[in-house]
């Protein structure tokens, strides 16, 4: 009978850890959307200008070579920032974690392709996480009050690191979402877990971008 009650005991106690558990990953998840909400915008004509945009990378392509459309709409919000006139460049953060694989220079070629004068694009290639890309814009791109460019479920989670780095006056602009899709779900659900992670990074970890390295001098249009 112990042994039977320290089992139960047991079970009682993980199932409230758990339920603990859950309970702070979605008090978590509504945190950082009720605190970035007043900093997305989704028109690009209400968006405040900016020196630039710091468009963060994904891969372009999906299984089987078909493109990735929060991709493809990540670099047209980028595109509509530029003919716009709401920035005077653009920073392109993505993983650069080997030769065949390269999303900052696809997403500069895009970019370039879609109008936007390659002089005026500055290209980090060790955004391998976006608080790696965050961080890396102030310390290596001197970038203080920029636009984030990314999907609004990324933007929220982009904001709140941030903020939590000092950041005050960066703000986001939300490319075009894929909502009810098999692709938004999983995206939904990797979300989750990469706002835990984010919290842990920044609040407990101090977790540092994986490279630093020297300055770069961004080019603004005037």
């Not at 070579?65 to 530029?82: C, E, S």
């Not at 310390?139 to 941030?162: C, G, P, T, W």
Request: charged share 25%; aromatic share 14%.
């Amino acid at each position: 009978m112990k042994i039977l009650r320290f089992f139960l005991a047991l079970i009682k106690w993980l199932l409230i850890l758990a339920f603990l558990g859950l309970l702070s990953i979605f008090l978590l998840d509504l945190y950082m959307g009720y605190t970035a909400k007043e900093k997305i915008y989704t028109d690009v004509s209400k968006v405040p200008h900016r020196k630039a945009a710091l468009l963060l990378g994904t891969a372009k392509y999906v299984a089987k070579g078909k493109k990735n459309y929060f991709y493809v709409y990540r670099i047209r919000a980028a595109v509509a920032l530029w003919k716009a006139g709401k920035v005077g460049a653009i920073l392109v953060s993505g993983d650069n974690g080997s030769k065949y694989y390269n999303e900052t220079i696809r997403m500069e070629n895009d970019l370039i392709k879609a109008g936007v004068p390659k002089k005026y694009i500055a290209t980090d290639y060790a955004g391998f996480r976006t608080l790696d890309s965050i961080v890396r814009a102030e310390a290596l791109f001197d970038l203080k009050e920029y636009i984030i460019v990314s999907q609004r479920f990324h933007l929220e989670r982009a904001l709140f690191i941030a903020r939590a780095k000092g950041q005050k006056d960066v703000i986001g602009f939300a490319a075009k979402e894929m909502k009810g899709t098999k692709a938004a779900r999983k995206m939904a659900f990797r979300e989750y877990l990469a706002r835990v992670k984010a919290f842990l990074d920044v609040y407990i970890l101090n977790t540092q971008p994986k490279f630093y390295g020297e300055k770069v001098k961004v080019n603004y249009r005037k």
